[in-house]
């Protein structure tokens, strides 16, 4: 099974930008997409952004035109660039790879440990 790991994280202030990444272990499958999702405390684990081999890309509304999800398929690594942080963005993000359709993905083949971001005023 494929090890995701997660780096990036860590605490900004609001307006802020971070760069997330996401190493995998081995080559993801090539029909798989990769995606990013996150969960604040007392809620669910929600969908961000995910990033299909072929570069297509689909983004929850809250973060349409502040986050931007790349990947790079040599290197077997994802990114989420987030600008304009807000606080409500504060969260473990965690990284998952799996199939894809309609914009989110089916299954979830890994998960990574999750990393910390967190937005102050």
């Known amino acids: 099974q494929v090890q995701l790991v997660e780096s990036g994280g860590g605490l900004v202030q609001a307006g802020g930008s971070l760069r997330l990444s996401c190493a995998a272990s081995?080559?993801?499958?090539?029909?798989?997409?990769m995606g990013w999702y996150r969960q604040a405390p007392g809620k669910q684990r929600e969908l961000v952004a995910i990033?299909?081999?072929?570069?297509?890309?689909n983004y929850a509304d809250s973060v349409k035109g502040r986050f931007t999800i790349s990947r790079d398929n040599a290197k077997n690594t994802a990114y989420l660039q987030m600008n304009s942080l807000k606080l409500e963005d504060t969260a473990v993000y965690y990284c998952?790879?799996?199939?894809?359709?309609?914009?989110?993905?089916?299954?979830?083949?890994?998960w990574g440990q999750g990393t910390q971001v967190t937005v102050s005023s």
């Open positions: 990033i299909t081999i072929r570069g297509g890309t």
């Open positions: 081995r080559t993801i499958d090539s029909q798989y997409a």
């Open positions: 998952t790879t799996g199939p894809s359709f309609g914009g989110r993905l089916i299954s979830h083949d890994a």
